[in-house]
C-alpha cells in the first residue's frame, strides 16, 4: 500500500509557523525590480501581475499577535478532545512538533499518567481460570462424555470425512523437525492403513516443508477417510480438539507442550513420545508404573516409525477390541488438573515453611 500523502487538516499550524519564522529573522533587502514578479504561491483562479506591498505593521506588534496564534494552536493540539487524540496520524504528529518549536521554544507535552491510573483494574473473579475452554467452536458441545461423539460427527461433517465407525486420529501444530515432522507423515499413512481416520492442522515455517505437505494434500484429497489442512485457524483446531478420539505428538524434543494438555481436557487420548513436558503430562496405559487412575495415554521412546507405530497400534487396538476401557482411559484424562490451582498452593506451601523456619 503506498504510502499516505502528509495531511492537509494542519495546514493553518504549518503557515502560522512559517509566517512567525519570518517575523523573527529580518529578511534581507529585494533585489531592483522583484516587486514586478509574480507571486509563486498564487491560487489558480487568481491572475496577478503585480505584487501588491502588505500595509507596514510595527514588528513588536506582529511578533505578538503570531505568538499568541501559535500558542493557542500548541494548546488545541495539546488539550485536543480524546476522539482528535485517537485519530492522530504520523503527518497530523509531525505538524504538531514543528509547531511546537517556534523561535526556538518548545512546548512541553503535558505529563504521561502513571501506570496504574493506565491500566484498567479488573476484578479477580472476572479473570479467566486456566481449566475453562476459553473458545468454544460452532458444533462443540459441553460434556457429558456421550457429546464426545457429537462433536465427533460435527468434525466429519466439516471437513466432509465419511461417516463410519472408525477412530479418528488427529495432528494439530506446527510443522517442523522439532515436532517430528516425517513421522508425523508416516503417522498419517499407518493411520489409514489400520483402518483409522487422519485430520491435519499445521503450517510450517520452512517453504520446503510447506510444499511437501501440500503434495500430501494433492496426493490424498480424494480419501474420504483424510483431511490435511494447511494453515492454522483457531476455531478449527478446537473443533478437532473436540472430535478426534486420539492426538499425535511424536516430537524430537519438546520443553513444555501445551497440544496434549489441551486434548485431555477435550477427551482425546495423547500418543506421545517420551520427551520433556509430554512425559511430565502423560503416562502410558500399558506400562506407566502409576496408578491406573494416573494413566491417561500412550507413550513411546524411540524416534523412528517403530516406535509411532507400537503406541499407535495399542490405541488403535483398544478403541476397535475394547471400547469400554478406552472410554476409561478417557475420562482419566479429562480428570487431569494441570492448571496453576496445585503448583500456586504448591509454592505457597514453600514460602510459608521459609517464613517460619
Not at 257 to 279: D, E, F, H, S
Request: charged share 25%.
Amino acid at each position: 500500500m503506498a504510502k499516505k500523502p502528509l495531511a492537509q487538516g494542519n495546514s493553518n499550524v504549518t503557515q502560522s509557523v512559517k509566517k512567525a519564522a519570518r517575523v523573527d529573522t529580518p529578511r534581507p533587502a529585494e533585489p531592483a525590480g522583484s516587486a514586478d514578479r509574480p507571486a509563486a504561491e498564487s491560487k489558480p483562479t487568481v491572475s496577478r501581475t503585480e505584487k501588491t506591498p502588505a500595509p507596514a505593521v510595527p514588528t513588536g506588534e506582529a511578533v505578538e499577535v503570531e505568538a499568541v496564534e501559535v500558542e493557542v494552536l500548541i494548546e488545541t493540539a495539546a488539550l485536543g478532545s480524546e476522539a482528535a487524540a485517537r485519530e492522530t496520524t504520523p503527518a497530523g504528529e509531525a505538524a504538531a512538533g514543528e509547531a511546537a518549536e517556534v523561535g526556538g521554544v518548545v512546548s512541553e507535552a503535558p505529563p504521561a499518567p502513571a501506570i496504574e491510573e493506565a491500566l484498567p483494574t479488573i476484578p479477580i473473579e472476572h479473570l479467566p481460570r486456566p481449566e475453562q475452554p476459553r473458545y468454544e467452536p460452532p458444533g462443540y458441545i459441553r460434556p457429558p462424555l456421550e457429546n464426545k461423539y457429537l462433536n465427533k460427527e460435527a468434525l466429519r461433517d466439516r471437513l466432509w470425512l465419511r461417516k463410519e465407525f472408525k477412530p479418528i486420529i488427529s495432528y494439530v501444530g506446527r510443522l517442523d523437525l522439532q515436532k517430528g515432522v516425517q513421522l508425523i507423515k508416516h503417522g498419517i499413512f499407518y493411520a489409514l492403513q489400520q483402518g483409522a481416520q487422519f485430520v491435519l492442522l499445521g503450517v510450517s515455517p520452512e517453504q520446503r516443508i510447506n510444499e511437501e505437505f501440500w503434495h500430501l494434500k494433492y496426493q490424498l484429497n480424494d480419501n474420504p477417510d483424510c483431511h490435511l489442512e494447511i494453515g492454522f485457524n483457531e476455531e478449527l483446531s478446537h473443533l478437532i480438539y473436540a472430535g478426534s478420539d486420539m492426538i499425535i505428538m511424536p516430537s524430537l524434543y519438546e520443553p513444555c507442550g501445551l497440544t496434549q494438555m489441551i486434548a485431555l481436557k477435550y477427551g482425546t487420548v495423547p500418543i506421545v513420545r517420551a520427551v520433556g513436558g509430554l512425559m511430565d503430562t502423560v503416562f502410558d496405559r500399558d506400562y506407566s508404573d502409576r496408578p491406573w487412575e494416573q494413566r491417561n495415554g500412550y507413550v513411546f521412546h524411540q524416534a523412528d516409525a517403530t516406535g509411532l507405530e507400537s503406541a499407535m497400534l495399542r490405541a488403535i487396538g483398544l478403541w476397535y477390541s475394547y471400547p469400554d476401557e478406552f472410554r476409561r482411559l478417557v475420562i482419566n484424562g479429562m480428570k487431569c488438573d494441570y492448571s496453576w490451582n496445585y503448583p500456586g498452593q504448591h509454592y505457597l506451601n514453600i514460602y510459608e515453611h521459609i517464613r517460619c523456619k
